[in-house]
């Protein structure tokens, strides 16, 4: 039987040739600090976590980003480690520093995706990354392609952009990215300038829906990670309940506490990196005991779901706490674009 994987987000370095303005390093203090992580440091977080999953009889399965990670002065020696203990990884970082050359290295030390962000249609995407982002992160899908790393693009989406992600769908299409996906902006001081309502986010989905059963068999797969697309396919009549599953079992739905772990570059674990979540430190702690320990536990109260608790997708869905938690400093806050009536 096939071992489960664990996965780690792992940020090896605040490093990073942008100044994105949602990005949760710098996007209030930009005189803050950029931390990376020393080698010897990463291999000790490396060992943690594979000692943890022994434990739990998992295979930790690793996401390296920053940051862009590519800047980690030793980074080529990371992925090293990871090939010669064949551990799997993908990378979350920017497109800059990728030619043909990187990506077949990149290839060769078996990183299997890399996430690219495009957060809007060119103006929209400049303003909040780069100049020149836009174009740059489009040129990036042919080589990692061709080194046969799937290429993944990543949306976040807010008041801001909403208008301009079938766009974004079609322009990811017709550049033949493996893979397309969208999370929802998490606000780190109670911004709401930037929220959308649930009919809005509704009818984003709806829209982007329809636009993935028109380009179904394309090439181009489309991830539903946000939760609350649980909650539409379920109205859809297209996700059921099993009556036969036990009550008291979280079976999907947000990942916090739950199956998932994040370490910054100075060793804190977080629960969940879209919100402050500190759960303790993996230099100086056990993974294994931070994750199965009383901070953690915190997050995994699930009765204490203001409104999910009263739902019947509750073992299933969960919205995004952590959006709940960018507009409340409340975990267990309804979920403000669920459109769902209690």
Same mark, same amino acid.
């Given at each position: 039987m096939m071992t489960k994987f664990f996965p780690f987000q792992f940020h090896i370095t605040d490093d990073c040739d942008q100044r994105c303005k949602h990005c949760y390093i710098f996007s209030e203090e930009n005189n803050k600090p950029i931390l990376t992580m020393e080698y010897e440091?990463?291999?000790?977080?490396?060992?943690n976590c594979i000692n943890m999953c022994k434990r739990l009889n998992r295979r930790p399965f690793f996401t390296i980003t920053g940051g862009d990670p590519?800047?980690?002065?030793d980074f080529w020696k990371i992925l090293q480690f990871l090939k010669e203990n064949e551990i799997p990884f993908g990378i979350l970082g920017n497109p800059f520093h990728l030619d043909n050359e990187v990506c077949q290295k990149l290839a060769f030390y078996g990183c299997q995706f890399y996430q690219l962000s495009i957060d809007g249609l060119k103006e929209t995407h400049d303003y909040f990354r780069k100049s020149g982002s836009f174009d740059i992160t489009l040129s990036k899908i042919e080589p990692l392609k061709k080194a046969e790393i799937h290429a993944n693009i990543m949306t976040t989406v807010s008041k801001l952009n909403i208008n301009e992600i079938p766009k974004i769908i079609e322009k990811v299409v017709e550049y033949k990215a493996?893979?397309?996906?969208?999370?929802?902006?998490?606000?780190?001081?109670?911004?709401?300038?930037?929220?959308?309502?649930?009919?809005?986010?509704?009818?984003?989905?709806? =829209?982007?829906?329809?636009?993935?059963?028109? &380009?179904?068999?394309?090439?181009? /797969?489309?991830?539903?990670?946000?939760? $609350?697309?649980?909650l539409y396919l379920y109205e859809k009549g297209l996700f059921t309940i099993d009556e036969n599953l036990a009550n008291d079992v979280i079976y999907d739905g947000c990942n916090c506490a739950n199956g998932?772990? =994040?370490?910054?570059?100075?060793?804190?674990? &977080?629960?969940?990196?879209?919100? /402050?979540?500190?759960?303790?430190?993996? $230099?100086?702690?056990?993974?294994?005991?931070?994750?199965?320990?009383?901070?953690m536990d915190k997050y995994r109260h699930y009765e204490n779901f203001e409104k999910c608790s009263k739902c019947e997708l509750l073992r299933f869905c969960r919205g995004c706490p952590a959006v709940s938690y960018g507009y409340t400093h409340n975990f267990y806050s309804p979920d403000p674009q669920c459109w769902k009536k209690i």
């Open positions: 440091n990463v291999l000790k977080i490396f060992n590519i800047l980690h002065p493996d893979l397309f996906t969208f999370a929802r902006y998490c606000p780190t001081n109670f911004d709401k300038t930037n929220q959308m309502s649930p009919e809005e986010y509704h009818e984003l989905l709806d =829209t982007c829906f329809k636009l993935y059963e028109k &380009y179904n068999g394309c090439g181009t /797969e489309f991830s539903l990670k946000d939760h $609350l697309w649980t998932h772990l =994040t370490i910054l570059p100075n060793g804190s674990v &977080y629960a969940c990196r879209r919100m /402050e979540s500190e759960v303790g430190n993996g $230099l100086t702690e056990s993974i294994y005991n931070i994750f199965t320990g009383e901070n």
